[in-house]
């Protein structure tokens, strides 16, 4: 097949390309400049969009004897990513922007220019397996990325293909080093790429401004405190908050929600930070349709964890989450993906996520990676 | 494989690897006293007089430098720094908004590091600069003018400007003028006395010499205030151990490419009509940018509506043909070319472009292989539309 290997400049897509073209694939491998303005050299594990990561990219492909090019995507980016991002937070959710990067830039705008540029499928380097078909999630659980390409419909899974699925990142880089590869022992990045200063909050208060607004007490009304911009703040958040006002019983307070509205941020006590009533759409079905109208399966709500069962009952377009056990924290604009055992089902973004009259007991946090 | 990227560098002469291979095997500081320091001296001086009998110039008006964008940024700041020093108030630099990135950066760098005052020159939409502007430019206030650089051709869409005439105007000023003709040597006749200019920047690489071997043809009245400090080897203005390989490289290219250009420019003009002709046929939409008459014999420029640039580069390449957006930026990605803009294309039109560059080992072939690839190429690349 002719494919398009995306390289980041990182170990894993060097590594996908290589066993692309081991494959017997004719590949070109293509940098993404997602930055409008990028910086010339990589600061620490953070981003893959300086020129050095680039110039990494280039030498990959110069090892593996491919073609190379850089394709300008920074509009693309800035418009459906980076500026859905701000607008998440401004609306009081919080967004997953690698999730959005795959469904609109690497399997949309790359993938669609890809085909019509005449080659078969696009290569990338994310941890994750595809099985006829099928999302899986790779045999490196800590490195496991099929939560961020949940949100791919049957037809751009078709024209995909994950080289690493079957490898943990220990042999990826092992296999790097004996291709010559110089970027076998190059940090993981990590963080969002696009804020370089790994600064998220300055990041947010540069784009949205800093308006200060009350801190209140979800329980009793009561003003607690002054914040410095809304969207400062994710749901489940327990440092940083700033306030003066000591709780009763000196239990801790979390975050509960974010009005951006009334430029409040609502805190409360743990247990009020306890879901067990999941609301999610619009809905993906990763083999094209539901499994069902009901059905039982595993549920992940944060891309590093998170994992627990949950009964499906699906809604139209939309689902509805019941979790076996109730989970601490779930944020609205968060996806919900389902799984069968390490098979993905399907993915829905998070609108709400509720209490039920019956909730009681301990939530159950599995956590798959090291935050 | 049909290389149509003469402009960004074209094959060296095999005369010129003769006499590098030569020159390189030869010891010798030209700076040295001794035997094998004055035949190094030799030869960079009879190089001197080659290359200044090539472009008109005279050998005392030639500072060698290790390139193009050394010689643009010693004329550009090295100008600007005498001239103010000489006359605090002459902090005006005039240039066009078409120049290349070595001109256009340095004085960029020279408004923001330096207090320049800059005035971009506008072109028209073939690419050319007014005389009428230049001089409505410098009479807005004749006295606080340092230095005019207005390039001598284009190394994008190929037009040419008309240096002598600007010259003339801007000598009725007494203001020196600049011109970066690195494209121009070879291509067209290029007479640095002729046209009445004070600076020239020309290069080897792309007349068929060595790369990082250039020069910087500066009037013998001209101060410039030197960018690299040391042992003073070329004229005071520029220090660096000479580089005698790489001088006798560019000579001995320079005076083959211009005893050439007459030919030269006979046979690329008819290759390029063949491949302007056979690309407007293939893609009737077609945008063939560039004066009609005032430019280079070598270079094609074309918009493609509907494509990107990258997608036809990246198609050509795939079936062996090597040929340019226009202009490459350190990232590999191709911002809209200023050169366009300046010429009132919209952005979409600007990176839809790609420029093909004949030189001197183009053939027939070449210009087949592209109208034979052209037609497929801008319709898929058309499906893939704008990102």
């Known amino acids: ?371 | 494989m049909p290389y149509l990227d003469h402009a960004a560098t074209t094959p060296m002469l095999p005369e010129a690897v003769t006499a590098v291979t030569a020159a390189m095997g030869e010891l010798g500081n030209p700076s040295s006293l001794h035997t094998a320091g004055r035949r190094a001296r030799r030869r960079v001086e009879e190089s001197r007089e080659q290359l200044a009998a090539a472009v008109g110039a005279r050998p005392s008006e030639v500072i060698f430098t290790g390139g193009g964008t050394e010689a643009d940024n010693l004329a550009l700041k090295g100008l600007f720094w005498a001239r103010r020093t000489a006359d605090p108030g002459r902090t005006r630099v005039i240039t066009s908004a078409v120049e290349h990135h070595a001109v256009m950066d340095a004085v960029e760098w020279l408004e923001t590091h330096e207090g320049a005052k800059v005035v971009w020159l506008p072109v028209d939409r073939f690419g050319r600069v007014s005389p009428a502007d230049l001089r409505a430019a410098i009479e807005a206030d004749p006295d606080s003018v340092a230095l005019v650089s207005v390039m001598w051709a284009n190394n994008e869409v190929g037009t040419v400007q008309p240096v002598a005439e600007l010259a003339g105007i801007a000598h009725e000023y007494a203001i020196p003028l600049h011109s970066d003709a690195v494209q121009a040597v070879g291509a067209v006749p290029v007479d640095f006395a002729a046209a009445g200019l004070d600076a020239l920047t020309l290069t080897g690489h792309k007349l068929g010499g060595p790369y990082g071997a250039g020069a910087l043809l500066l009037r013998r009245d001209a101060a410039a205030t030197p960018l690299l400090h040391g042992g003073g080897q070329e004229r005071d203005v520029r220090s660096g151990t000479l580089d005698v390989p790489g001088i006798v490289g560019l000579s001995t290219a320079a005076a083959l490419a211009v005893e050439r250009q007459p030919q030269t420019y006979r046979r690329l003009d008819t290759l390029r009509r063949r491949l302007v002709e056979g690309v407007r046929e293939q893609v009737c939409d077609v945008l063939v940018n560039g004066h009609a008459s005032q430019r280079l014999p070598g270079i094609a420029h074309f918009s493609f509506p509907g494509c990107e640039g990258d997608s036809l580069l990246m198609l050509l390449d795939a079936r062996g043909i090597e040929c340019s957006t226009g202009s490459a930026c350190s990232a590999g990605v191709a911002q809209p070319s200023h050169v366009l803009l300046a010429m009132g294309a919209t952005p979409a039109q600007a990176r839809g472009s790609l420029r093909f560059s004949l030189g001197h080992t183009s053939t027939a072939e070449d210009v087949d292989a592209v109208l034979g690839a052209i037609g497929p190429v801008v319709e898929r690349a058309r499906k893939a539309g704008l990102s």
């Open chain 1, 1 to 371: 097949m002719k494919v398009l290997a995306a390289m980041s400049g990182g170990v894993d897509s060097a590594v996908a390309a290589a066993r692309a073209v081991d494959a017997g694939h004719e590949v070109t491998g293509v940098h993404l400049a997602l930055a409008a303005q990028p910086a010339t050299l990589r600061h620490g594990a953070r981003g893959c969009c300086t020129l050095e990561d680039s110039h990494d990219a280039r030498r990959a492909a110069d090892v593996l004897g491919i073609p190379f090019y850089v394709w300008d995507l920074a509009e693309r980016f800035r418009a459906d990513v980076i500026d859905d991002f701000v607008a998440e937070y401004a609306a009081g959710r919080t967004p997953n922007p690698c999730l959005r990067c795959n469904e609109k830039i690497k399997f949309a705008a790359v993938l669609d220019r890809a085909l019509a540029l005449g080659f078969d499928a696009v290569v990338t380097g994310h941890h994750a397996r595809l099985d006829g078909g099928t999302l899986r999630r790779s045999v490196d659980l800590a490195k496991d990325q099929s939560y961020v390409l949940a949100v791919l419909t049957p037809e751009q899974l078709a024209h995909s293909i994950f080289p690493l699925g079957d490898s943990t990142k220990e042999r990826v880089r092992a296999e790097a080093a004996a291709r010559g590869l110089a970027v076998a022992d190059k940090p993981d990045s990590h963080d969002i790429c696009f804020i370089a200063d790994g600064d998220t909050r300055g990041f947010l208060a540069r784009e949205l401004g800093s308006a200060e607004g009350p801190i209140v007490d979800a329980v009793s009304g009561e003003r607690l405190g002054t914040h410095h911009g809304a969207h400062g703040f994710t749901v489940g958040q327990r440092r940083g908050l700033n306030i003066t006002v000591p709780a009763p019983g000196g239990q801790p307070r979390y975050v509960l929600s974010i009005r951006p509205a009334d430029n409040t941020v609502v805190v409360g006590p743990g247990e009020l930070l306890q879901a067990d009533e999941i609301q999610a759409g619009p809905v993906l079905w990763t083999s094209g349709a539901a499994p069902g109208d009901a059905f039982d399966c595993l549920v992940q709500l944060r891309a590093h964890g998170m994992v627990g069962e949950a009964g499906i009952t699906v809604e139209g377009s939309r689902v509805l989450a019941r979790l076996r056990r109730p989970e601490r924290g779930v944020a609205a604009g968060q996806a919900l993906v389902m799984y069968d055992g390490d098979r993905v089902l399907g993915s829905a973004t998070i609108s709400d996520a509720r209490a039920s009259l019956s909730a009681a007991g301990t939530p159950l946090t599995t956590t798959l990676r090291d935050a």
